[in-house]
T-cell receptor, first 112, second 113 residues
């Protein structure tokens, strides 16, 4: 499994756009990039997943350059409720069981 | 639709006691997982199951046992609890399709004294 590296923490203010970058230099052809969000005292929650270029849903956007060695999770106009830990995962897209490997994540603190 | 439900939510055990954590999912998912999360760390996979009647070891299986007698339930057992097993335990489930997202329970906070 490709190892991921992301900042330990980030600070932002309400209404700002937040971009969290994840490095995954050893990503393989069959690997996807997946992001989960975890609020205090709760289990992680799936946010977004992508293979290349850009993916957007109602919560976030995911930007993946052509070489796929990094990816950026973009949260538009964050609010206080976006304060959470964000995990970048590389998931192997083969048949059979896929193991989710969580690193320490990026702790985002949104202030008023 | 309850999703993934963990029982109990909190528990305090004495060293050497045993207990079972129950995870139940109502989404007809094939895969189920048990993770533990320690302060300042990410989640670590303890055991997992790819279907009813199957179990397999994850990264940190020592001191734990699991069973999946029914598709909707995944039990995590501690035979002889140790202080090192003080942690927050999360259960998750997912479909078996490639790329399927995992759904997590609310967690069980276990303290072993």
């Amino acid at each position: 499994l490709a190892k991921t590296t992301q900042p330990i923490s980030m600070d932002s203010y309400e209404g700002q756009e937040v971009n969290i970058t994840c490095s995954h230099n050893n990503i393989a052809t069959n690997d996807y990039i997946t992001w989960y969000q975890q609020f205090p005292s709760q289990g992680p929650r799936f946010i977004i997943q992508g293979y290349k270029t850009k993916v957007t849903n109602e919560v976030a956007s995911l930007f993946i350059p052509a070489d796929r060695k990094s990816s950026t999770l973009s949260l538009p106009r964050v609010s206080l409720s976006d304060t959470a830990v964000y995990y970048c995962l590389v998931v192997i897209m083969n048949t059979g069981f896929q193991k989710l490997v969580f690193g320490t994540g990026t702790r985002l603190l949104v202030s008023p | 639709n309850a999703g993934v439900t963990q029982t109990p939510k909190f528990r305090v055990l004495k060293t050497g006691q045993s207990m079972t954590l129950l995870c139940a999912q109502d989404m007809n998912h094939e895969y189920m997982y048990w993770y533990r999360q320690d302060p300042g760390m990410g989640l670590r996979l303890i055991h997992y199951s790819v279907g009813e009647g199957t179990t397999a070891k994850g990264e940190v299986p020592d001191g734990y046992n699991v069973s999946r007698l029914k598709k909707q339930n995944f039990l995590l057992g501690l035979e002889s609890a140790a202080p090192s097993q003080t942690s927050v335990y999360f259960c998750a489930s997912s479909y078996s399709q490639v790329g399927a997202q995992a759904f997590f329970g609310q967690g069980t906070r276990l303290t072993v004294v």
